[in-house]
């Protein structure tokens, strides 16, 4: 076990406990000046995650992992970051893979870092001028060779088996349409990190290290109650929620998807997603409509990725608040485009929105509240929840109310740009 003491770095630490290289558990423990405190939780933690572990899968063999392209979209404001990803993103333990950055600035400066980033590497550059991490991500779909596309931000590190574990899931579970993955915090040195991990506890829901299938818990195509279910590899049923908490199993930094699937769907939604008014929403809206086609998607915990939080609190408060507006943009969207989730959201939406807990936001928002039947993370007498401010949740609250105006005016942005490019050319 690792001596944690308590020292000039803090006085806290959130430990991940790994078997044969991959997650399986974590605690977050407040250290003492005395290592072997630390070391008792460790060891509780420990015995506790043995029997609880899943069984590791049987490998699958090269020759019948598919071909996947890897998109990585960006406006080239992180630099090293990217480097660093690209660092790994090329070496990867997968035997027939591609990877591509979208070039989504909008201007390129006279400095431009991003030639002598990519010199070099073995990356194809794809351009897409049109703002939104949605149009990149299209871009990236356009040019991928692959029968599946992965996608992954700037401000992530993948792990080396990140995208051997995407893969065999797919060969395991031929009838998924996407797979995503478990992400981790790359560093948790300021409070805002802090505050942000223990605010979403694994970036949009409860951390969960067991595999599950998340199928639609409806008619597909009717969709009366919008409802999905995640079922273990045994299956058991370990939550149902509405359609449109799937967040608690995905994001953008970490989720893959069939092209077939993208391509039925057309692509991600640019009204929505980063670079645009709406903020957010693109990847939910995509696991959404995956669903709601009667898609079924895989949650595959040996697929892991570290994500750098925001540093600052001012960061932490503009990103709440666009997860806020990025989410009830996306409501916007799906009504949009089929108005039966208009019915459904008329009952679901009053209910998280009277409730006097959070428990009923969370089910409607997260996956997770009232409803929650998953299997708990094996339990240990580890350090009490971090505290977190009631700012945060009242910040990315105050973005709900923007959101439909903020997809209105992206929407409309979207139609003057593709109606300029339609004259330009």
Not at 218 to 240: E, H, I, K, L
Not at 345 to 352: C, E, F, I, S
């Amino acid at each position: 076990m690792p001596a944690l003491v308590a020292d000039a770095t803090g006085a806290d630490a959130l430990v991940v406990g790994h078997r044969d290289g991959y997650p399986v558990c974590t605690a977050a423990l407040t250290l003492t000046d005395d290592p072997s405190d630390a070391a008792r939780v460790l060891t509780a933690l420990a015995a506790a995650s043995q029997g609880s572990a899943a069984p590791a899968p049987a490998p699958v063999d090269d020759h019948d992992l598919p071909s996947v392209s890897v998109v990585v979209s960006t406006v080239v404001d992180r630099v090293e970051d990217l480097g660093r990803l690209l660092d790994v993103l090329e070496h990867l333990d997968y035997p027939e893979h591609e990877v591509l950055v979208v070039d989504n600035r909008v201007r390129v400066p006279a400095d431009d870092p991003l030639p002598a980033l990519l010199a070099e590497r073995a990356v194809r550059l794809v351009e897409e001028r049109r703002p939104g991490l949605s149009a990149g991500r299209n871009a990236g779909i356009a040019a991928a060779r692959g029968e599946v596309v992965a996608f992954t931000d700037d401000d992530v590190r993948v792990d080396q088996r990140w995208l051997r574990a995407l893969g065999e899931r797919f060969v395991r579970e031929p009838g998924l349409d996407a797979v995503s993955g478990v992400i981790l915090p790359t560093e948790l040195e300021t409070p805002a990190q802090v505050w942000y991990e223990a605010y979403y506890g694994g970036f949009s829901g409860e951390r969960s290290f067991e595999p599950v299938t998340i199928t639609p818990d409806d008619v597909p195509g009717a969709m009366r109650f919008a409802r999905a279910a995640a079922v273990s590899p045994d299956g058991t049923v370990r939550r149902r929620f509405p359609v449109y908490g799937i967040g608690a199993y995905g994001a953008g930094a970490n989720m893959a998807f069939r092209r077939t699937l993208l391509e039925a769907v057309g692509g991600f939604d640019p009204s929505l997603g980063a670079g645009s008014p709406a903020r957010g929403g693109e990847d939910l809206a995509m696991f959404v409509e995956t669903l709601w086609r009667g898609g079924r998607i895989g949650f595959e915990p040996r697929a892991v990725v570290h994500h750098r939080h925001r540093r600052t609190v001012a960061e932490l408060h503009a990103q709440l608040r666009g997860n806020g507006v990025g989410f009830s943009a996306l409501l916007c969207a799906l009504v949009a485009g089929d108005r039966r989730h208009l019915a459904v959201l008329a009952r679901l939406v009053p209910l998280a929105a009277t409730a006097k807990a959070r428990g009923a936001a969370d089910a409607l928002f997260r996956g997770r509240g009232a409803d929650h039947r998953q299997a708990a993370t094996p339990t240990v007498p580890a350090a009490p929840s971090t505290p977190v401010p009631r700012s945060l949740a009242l910040h990315e609250l105050r973005g709900f109310p923007a959101g439909p105006s903020a997809w209105f005016r992206s929407r409309r942005r979207w139609r003057r740009v593709e109606a300029g490019r339609s004259v330009g050319g």
